[in-house]
């Protein structure tokens, strides 16, 4: 079955602009997660989204938004960019979430952006 | 803050040599998930155990998860070029942080041939 499906895979804004990035679940899941890639500290947390609902929030910014739709699809929005914000944002599903003790996660290939 | 401690940040070993990844931290997980990234991809999982004392082989790769469920280790046996990645630990969060994973900052495998 097809993989975690990000789109763009690539792109370049400059600061204060906004951006959105997609993600499409493996089918059946309905969990979606989203996390930030950095050299520097790793993977962090941004949200996880269960049937639509924001389940779970990371210590970001209000300017990091995301929402899940009702096939399962999700984005996620940064708004007014810096230049720290240039990272690489995965997205992640599963099938049930946090409701598996598992919490097992299947990632997408990420998108890459960079704020000049 | 660090949740989740990995070391060593960085190694470089020939081809054949074992090695062993640590994974350390003061809170309890619900689970523990080592993951492997290759440049250009997302995290692909490894292995999951949830069982204090828990031990898992996979092939050459041997995964342990501390009696306390607060540490793991992954150990390499004759590791091969195509072991090298980005080896990244992850704990499962509980109760209110129930569908969060925790990431360790990882370590870096370079095997050479």
């Known amino acids: 079955k097809a993989g975690v499906t990000q789109t763009p895979r690539y792109l370049i804004k400059t600061r204060g602009q906004q951006v959105t990035l997609s993600c499409s679940p493996i089918?059946?899941?309905?969990?979606v997660s989203w996390y930030q890639q950095t050299p520097g500290q790793g993977l962090q947390f941004l949200f996880e989204?269960?049937?639509?609902?924001?389940?779970n929030k990371g210590n970001f910014p209000g300017r990091f938004s995301g929402r899940q739709f009702s096939n399962s699809r999700s984005e996620m929005n940064v708004s007014t960019l810096e230049l720290g914000d240039s990272a690489l944002y995965l997205c992640?599903?599963?099938?049930?979430?946090?409701?598996?003790?598992?919490?097992?996660?299947?990632f997408g290939e990420g998108s890459r952006l960079t704020v000049l | 803050t660090q949740l989740l401690e990995q070391s060593p940040q960085f190694l470089s070993i020939q081809e054949g040599e074992n090695l062993t990844v640590y994974c350390n931290s003061s809170?309890?997980?619900?689970?523990l998930q080592w993951y492997r990234q290759e440049p250009g991809e997302g995290p692909v999982l490894l292995v999951t155990?949830?069982?204090?004392?828990e031990v898992k082989k996979l092939k050459r790769l041997t995964f342990q998860f501390g009696d306390a469920r607060k540490d793991s280790s992954l150990h390499i046996t004759a590791a091969q070029p195509g072991d090298t990645g980005l080896y990244l630990c992850?704990?499962?969060?509980?109760?209110?942080?129930?569908?969060?994973?925790?990431f360790g900052r990882g370590t870096q495998l370079t095997v050479w041939p």
């Open positions: 989204y269960f049937s639509e609902t924001q389940r």
């Open positions: 809170s309890v997980f619900s689970s």
């Open positions: 992640a599903s599963s099938l049930e979430g946090g409701q598996l003790y598992t919490g097992e996660l299947f």
């Open positions: 992850a704990g499962g969060g509980r109760g209110s942080t129930l569908g969060r994973l925790y």
């Open positions: 089918s059946g899941h309905r969990s």
């Open positions: 155990v949830v069982t204090g004392g």
